[in-house]
């Protein structure tokens, strides 16, 4: 059987594979190709910005098309087909017969009709090439727009923003961005969160002239106004590849698009079309999760079988510039039938839809902006019927009563529930293979593909891995890494009992091979925690995480900063004069930071012990801006001098800084001390707060800023200051103790069975009877505290480690360029 394939795009390529599944059936495989490259993702082609190269993105190299014998001809695209002869004909000239052909040529951009879209500086967004292009044209450019604010135009907006592009405009026709995802309150949501990052969105704006000579000088809109910009990149949407279709006579669509039937046939029984040039029950699919099932309809009929394409779930969920966004089911439905229950968090910027059921028994369909964890049990909730809770509002807000709906959980959905819907992977399906043996999220994917595509269903894999493992009474062990068979909570008890000091040490006697990426920062924190010695004592030093072996972060360009300890954002005249100083005879730029203290930029590597050195004269010491540590204690003024102030918060923030200084944990831990409910010092927003009240101090924790904000906890309220310090020692310990690596206190809490009550059992009622031993391990910790900074300084040692060359110390890194910034400097981009 000689089947010729047209396109190698993804899934062109996913027909490819799932054909060579079929064993037992010979085939003689032809792909021709319009790229000069084999397929790759285009799902992720945004990353290509952010690092990763052509060939990461690449879905197989050309040497597995020759292994799997699949004739591939790249940069050849067909140019006639020959119904009759039942041939194709290349650009090159190769004639081709074909038992079944398979159109899978894509779409193109889709580029509107406006005067000018030829002119330099004006490209698309579709293809490596097209990002290349771009890429090499954006060092000439300072303020571009982009004509499209659907999904793949704030990809495009994103692009520009990496490329270092920050005055970046969308430009949107429709009143809203993202209209076929989002409605107007979700849109408002994300609109809000892309300002802040330099996105200028302007909806209900048509765009009808490109100005300019040769070169884009500006964009003329419907109203006669014009914005000025000297690049434009159009991703506007698609439109499919039917021109070869059209050409041989086969059935088009009106606007566009090859029909085809639920086999997938067009018009001619020897011709099939899938992916986005396929018009089915006038539908196009732009997703690539809907070609993919298509090839495996393809697959299976050419094979025997007899399956057919019914349509498919358009269910996203998205990351756009840091932002999640999701829709699912019917988003929009509004009928009297239907009820519907919203979320809405402008703060936050959240914004959370569900259309249920008149009956309050099923979800319809929803919208979420701004967080998105809970997608991928909506949508299990949604495509497989399962009765909602009592209080449907519950699965977006969370149960307020304590309890919780197992049914609605993992093990309530049924065994056909499409958990992976890019490879049409079942909860069925991967519990099996579960049960065969494949016990881990990797070895699911290498078994069944599940989670190989957009990634999205990777959480609930690890869920289904979790949940099997437990029905079968299998202990479930979190393990570091491969080269360490315990959790981290397990190796730091054996380090301690067994008195491990370096990290070789631990490698040696609870590990085996070499360490890696993961165990070895992890395994430095674990000693830092236990033993609060100097990080970079020979033996530990190399295991640190980048920043902790230069003390300091490194920053873009290759400098570091220097951020001095300022406990409560407490300073005094004479110790600004000396900052101001230093940063000034070092040339540094200087910045207020959001936790009360004052960062310096642009340091040499060789300057830094020097720096250090006249900062420690002046009293300062190592704020740990650089560890996974305690960073600051931000405080209001308090009642020393506001008249709200009910005690005395600076002094008391002072207090807790000092005690917790240079605390190694699992994260970095933020703190902050309000002198009353108006919570100037944002106390609910830290890993542990303090808010002060009419009878002492309310101790708030686990809260976090961030990607994704969390309020902290209340944990015990009306504490005089011994018995808040108290608990904080025992709530800190116990965190450092108990929780993964890299974990903040929020993300460790929510995982913790029980809950705020569970901790509060630990810390306040003390029902593991281990709170004397968590306050004097924490006393141990406070006693044997030393500045990091000021041992460098006192170790000729220790500096030889900060001179960039090792034959020339004072030499300094000749690659370090700055620019001015507003009289202080910044650094140069990377070309």
């Avoid at 309000?674 to 106390?683: F, L, P, T």
Wanted: charged share 25%; aromatic share 8%.
């Amino acid at each position: 059987m000689k089947i010729v394939i047209i396109g190698n795009g993804m899934v062109g390529y996913k027909l490819c594979e799932k054909l060579l599944e079929k064993k037992g059936h010979g085939f003689e495989i032809l792909v021709f190709g319009e790229e000069t490259r084999p397929a790759y993702d285009r799902v992720h082609l945004s990353d290509y910005y952010s690092g990763k190269t052509a060939d990461d993105l690449s879905l197989a190299p050309s040497q597995w098309y020759h292994d799997n014998n699949i004739q591939l001809y790249l940069g050849d695209p067909v140019r006639h087909i020959d119904r009759e002869t039942k041939t194709v004909c290349s650009h090159n000239g190769i004639l081709a017969p074909y038992d079944y052909l398979i159109l899978a040529t894509g779409s193109s951009a889709f580029v509107p009709l406006i005067p000018g879209v030829e002119k330099e500086g004006v490209f698309v967004y579709r293809t490596i090439e097209d990002l290349e292009m771009i890429s090499s044209f954006a060092p000439k450019a300072k303020k571009a727009a982009v004509i499209g604010g659907g999904l793949l135009g704030l990809e495009a907006a994103k692009a520009m923003l990496d490329l270092g592009i920050t005055d970046t405009h969308v430009i949107e026709f429709a009143p809203r961005l993202m209209p076929r995802q989002v409605d107007d309150a979700g849109s408002n949501i994300l609109r809000n969160k892309l300002g802040p990052l330099g996105l200028k969105v302007h909806t209900n704006t048509n765009t009808t002239e490109i100005l300019g000579d040769n070169s884009i000088r500006a964009l003329q809109f419907a109203d006669n106004s014009i914005l000025e910009v000297d690049m434009l990149v159009i991703s506007a949407g698609i439109k499919p590849r039917d021109e070869l279709a059209r050409g041989c006579g086969l059935e088009t669509g009106t606007h566009g698009g090859i029909v085809v039937n639920d086999q997938l046939q067009t018009s001619d029984e020897n011709i099939f079309a899938i992916g986005e040039c396929a018009l089915h029950n006038n539908m196009i699919y732009g997703l690539v999760a809907p070609g993919y099932e298509m090839a495996d309809v393809i697959a299976s009929n050419l094979t025997g079988g007899n399956k057919i394409f019914t349509g498919f779930d358009m269910s996203t969920k998205l990351k756009l510039i840091g932002v999640d966004v999701a829709s699912f089911g019917d988003p929009f439905i509004q009928t009297n039938d239907t009820r519907t229950v919203v979320f809405e968090d402008t703060r936050k910027g959240i914004y959370k839809r569900i259309n249920i059921s008149e009956d309050g028994k099923h979800l319809l369909g929803g919208i979420l902006v701004g967080e998105a964890e809970s997608y991928n049990m909506l949508l299990q909730t949604c495509k497989n019927k399962i009765v909602l809770p009592p209080n449907p509002e519950d699965i977006i807000l969370g149960s307020r009563g304590g309890e919780s709906d197992g049914a609605a959980g993992i093990a309530g959905l049924p065994d056909e529930a499409l958990i992976c819907s890019c490879e049409s992977v079942s909860k069925g399906a991967i519990c099996a293979v579960v049960n065969e043996g494949c016990e881990s999220v990797d070895a699911i994917k290498k078994c069944t593909k599940a989670g190989t595509g957009c990634g999205g269903c990777v959480p609930m894999l690890k869920d289904l891995v979790n949940h099997t493992l437990k029905s079968q009474g299998k202990y479930i062990r979190n393990v570091l890494c491969e080269h360490f068979s315990y959790s981290r909570q397990e190796l730091y008890d054996l380090v301690k009992v067994k008195e491990l000091k370096f990290y070789d040490d631990v490698l040696d006697v609870l590990g085996h091979g070499d360490g890696c990426e993961i165990c070895k920062p992890a395994i430095a924190s674990i000693l830092a925690s236990l033993w609060n010695e100097m990080i970079l004592k020979k033996g530990n030093d190399t295991a640190q995480d980048s920043n902790d072996r230069y003390l300091a972060n490194i920053q873009k360009g290759g400098t570091y900063s220097v951020v001095p300890r300022i406990p409560g954002g407490e300073i005094t005249p004479e110790k600004l004069i000396v900052i101001g100083q230093i940063a000034k005879k070092y040339n540094l730029y200087t910045k207020i930071t959001g936790g009360q203290r004052i960062d310096m930029f642009g340091a040499h590597l060789n300057d830094l012990p020097a720096i250090w050195e006249e900062l420690i004269e002046a009293g300062f010491e190592s704020g740990h801006a650089y560890g996974k540590a305690l960073r600051t204690v931000k405080s209001c003024v308090g009642s020393t001098w506001c008249r709200f102030g009910l005690h005395d918060s600076v002094s008391f923030a002072i207090r807790v800084e000092q005690r917790y200084r240079g605390l190694r944990a699992p994260h970095k831990i933020k703190s902050a001390v309000s002198g009353c409910i108006r919570e100037c010092a944002e106390a609910q927003s830290k890993d542990f707060g303090i808010i002060a009240t009419e009878k002492g101090w309310n101790l708030y924790v686990c809260g976090n800023g961030g990607s994704k904000p969390q309020h902290a906890l209340l944990l015990a309220q009306d504490l005089d200051d011994e018995t808040c310090i108290k608990y904080i020692d025992r709530f800190l310990m116990f965190y450092i103790k108990t929780a993964d690596p890299l974990s903040r206190t929020a993300t460790w809490l929510n995982k913790m069975e029980g809950g705020i009550d569970y901790l509060r059992n630990v810390v306040v009622n003390d029902s593991l009877g281990l709170a004397g031993q968590f306050e004097e391990e924490m006393q141990s910790l406070v006693d044997h505290y030393k500045c990091e900074w000021k041992e460098v300084v006192e170790s000729p040692e220790m500096r030889k480690r900060f001179n960039h060359f090792v034959n020339a110390p004072e030499e300094k890194d000749p690659t370090v360029k700055f620019e001015p910034l507003r009289e202080q400097k910044r650094a140069a981009e990377w070309k």
